[in-house]
């Protein structure tokens, strides 16, 4: 079903947004004209293109390393002054309770993906892009089927560009930085508390609050780019592979109708602010949480199709969040069907989150393609400069395209 015109519709597309557009990080302008360059695309092949808009806080999760960097070095200041004859035990806890809240704040951003301290930072517009296409049959469609991928690009990892594998090194640094920084201050509040002797802590922590703090906090400062002009990452990889894949389903499905489902709707959806801890799609099935769970929804995500062999996620969150079996099994077989190259893999830890994820949350049933080797061909250019429109690999593409179209086929 996918043929040579389609794949080269896809590449074209991807270059002429990484060309004209550019890097697209989350609520910037050029996020938003991706946007409108995708829903021009949309209409073209979509029964009802819609713009969805939404607000959302993305500083609060590309920038709360700055942010708990800055707590942590008041939290140092606090602990010193706990050393002094003056309420020790007073500082000591305003330390800890500090220590404590970039925990919270590790857990629940980076690791859980909660929007736990966007308050404290503005909000900004961004949308979502959403193409329905109807059965032909005109008859109210009892199932929705939804596949997704985002618009927006990330930020720079500073450390992936400039130190490659180093980059695992100084995300390790900052979560032990974290941990070890708590558990001092936690033995150091004990001690005063229950009149612990512990005089090798006093001796031992300030090694730490001199030499190891300083290099947690030169990181958080430096981990990812100042966002300038969308910042300096096209994302051609990481989305926009995704994207071309969504117009090439509706090119295909426009030139042949007979393969949706008579009681099927299918939604082809673009998502911003993915980057930005998956808010675009959180968005999403906020505003559509009724009619999903009513209409039994499936979303198929799909991320960064790079390498030819797909990979099918079982899980997302950092591996803490389970995809649906019998979705998982369905993109499976039309895999083995289509002969395209697939395996079915465990979400690995640190690996942030899909779009699938918010649907997860809310038991919507889902799964996710992905074909990128972790870390081999991740630190090549992922959340890099170099992820540019050259790096597209049309098998890859035809093959996610072709497992999407069977499990349409089949659904």
Not at 104 to 117: G, S
Not at 286 to 311: G, Q
Not at 335 to 363: C, M, N, W
């Amino acid at each position: 079903m996918v043929e040579k015109e389609d794949l080269t519709y896809a590449y074209e597309f991807i270059k002429r947004i990484c060309v004209d557009i550019g890097p697209g990080s989350p609520c910037s302008s050029q996020e938003h004209a991706r946007a409108v360059a995708i829903k021009t695309e949309m209409d073209k092949v979509a029964d009802e293109t819609k713009a969805e808009s939404f607000t959302c806080a993305p500083d609060a999760f590309l920038k709360w390393f700055p942010f708990a960097s800055t707590l942590s070095v008041v939290a140092a200041l606090f602990y010193y002054l706990g050393l002094l004859p003056n309420y020790p035990v007073v500082c000591t806890t305003i330390a800890l309770g500090i220590a404590i809240f970039i925990v919270l704040i590790l857990v629940m951003e980076f690791f859980l993906f909660r929007e736990f301290i966007d308050g404290l930072y503005p909000r900004k517009p961004s949308e979502n892009i959403v193409g329905i296409l109807r059965p032909t049959s005109r008859r109210k469609p009892r199932r929705i089927l939804i596949f997704g991928g985002h618009h927006d690009s990330a930020l720079q990892f500073n450390y992936l560009r400039y130190f490659k594998h180093g980059y695992y090194v100084a995300e390790g640094i900052l979560i032990f930085g974290v941990v070890i920084f708590t558990a001092g201050l936690l033995l150091r509040w004990l001690g005063l508390v229950f009149s612990l002797s512990w005089v090798w802590l006093v001796g031992i922590f300030p090694w730490y609050l001199w030499i190891f703090l300083p290099v947690c906090v030169f990181i958080g400062f430096t981990f990812t780019e100042r966002e300038k002009n969308g910042g300096s990452v096209p994302g051609a990889i990481d989305n926009l592979s995704a994207v071309s894949i969504l117009l090439m389903l509706g090119r295909i499905l426009k030139r042949h109708p007979e393969l949706q489902p008579d009681d099927t709707e299918i939604r082809l959806v673009t998502f911003g602010c993915e980057e930005a801890g998956t808010r675009g799609s959180r968005a999403y099935v906020r505003a559509h949480e009724a009619e999903l769970r009513a209409a039994d929804a499936v979303l198929v995500n799909i991320e960064s199709i790079y390498d030819p062999e797909i990979e099918i996620f079982t899980g997302d969150r950092n591996g803490t969040l389970r995809n649906s079996p019998d979705v998982v099994r369905g993109l499976a077989q039309a895999a083995r069907t289509v002969q395209a190259p697939s395996r079915i893999s465990h979400f690995p830890f640190a690996g942030g989150g899909t779009d699938a994820l918010p649907f997860r949350e809310k038991g919507i049933r889902a799964a996710c393609l992905f074909s990128m080797k972790i870390p081999s061909q991740m630190v090549q250019f992922y959340h890099q400069p170099s992820d540019t429109y050259d790096k597209v690999n049309r098998t890859a593409l035809c093959n996610a395209a072709q497992i999407a179209l069977e499990f349409i086929r089949t659904f």
